[in-house]
Structure formats: C-alpha cells, structure tokens
Nanobody, 128 residues
Framework: QVQMKESGGNSVQAGESLRLSCAMSGGTDGSYCMGWFRQVPGKEREGVAAIDSSYGSIYADSVKGRATISKDNTKNTLYLQMNSLKPEDTAMYYC??????????????????????WGQGTQVTVSS
C-alpha cells in the first residue's frame, strides 16, 4: 500500500524560502506521476506543481518562477522548493501520486481528481 509523508513545513517571513519533502513508501516498484497541492480553510485544494517522466514539470501561475518541483527516484522522495514566499502562499501543502501515466502535458495534471494517493499535509505559514 502506497503511503506518503510530507515534511518541511514551517512558519517563515515573506521573502524567505522553504523546501518541502514527500517520502513515498510501499508500492514503489513502478513509476508515478506526482504533484504538490495546497489548501486553505474554506477553499478548494489547489494544484501547485506536478512532475512526470513523460512531460516534465508544470506549475500553477501563482507560483511560476518561484517554485521548483523535483523528484529523487533513488530515495522515493518528492520535493518542492519555494522561494520568495508570500503571505498568500500560506496553506496546508499536500503531496499526491498516481500510477497511470498522463496522456498529455496539459494543466489537467494539476487537477486534484487526477491523483489516487495523498499524504496528510504539512503546514506552511508566511508572515508579512
């Protein structure tokens, strides 16, 4: 059974950086498409970034230029480097994975419904 565990969330000042990690265990014998999502209370979960072996990475407009998603297959770990953090980046951040390959490079890769496996989340709070 696939399990995912996020870490790295913290309370920081605007302009600072954070690197989030997501360790994946169980069922790691195949390749996965993976992504980062975030959610604030009362709002829908928002896709932040995704990565897969066929089409590479994709980012939400809100983080483009400030975020980098990467994956270390030897460690079964997904990362999200966030720079120049803003108060509006404050949210619970979740990692997600899916076994099936994507059929194209489009923004649907950032849709919550595309993913089957989810972590419990790590909180990021950015103060102005």
């Amino acid at each position: 059974q696939v399990q995912m565990k996020e870490s790295g969330g913290n309370s920081v000042q605007a302009g600072e950086s954070l690197r989030l990690s997501c360790a994946m265990s169980g069922g790691t014998d195949g390749s996965y498409c993976m992504g980062w999502f975030r959610q604030v209370p009362g709002k829908e979960r928002e896709g932040v970034a995704a990565i897969d072996s066929s089409y590479g990475s994709i980012y939400a407009d809100s983080v483009k230029g400030r975020a980098t998603i990467s994956k270390d297959n030897t460690k079964n770990t997904l990362y999200l480097q966030m720079n120049s953090l803003k108060p509006e980046d404050t949210a619970m951040y979740y990692c997600a994975a899916r076994r099936a390959v994507f059929t194209g490079p489009g923004t649907f890769r950032l849709a919550e419904r595309q993913y089957s496996y989810w972590g419990q989340g790590t909180q990021v709070t950015v103060s102005s």
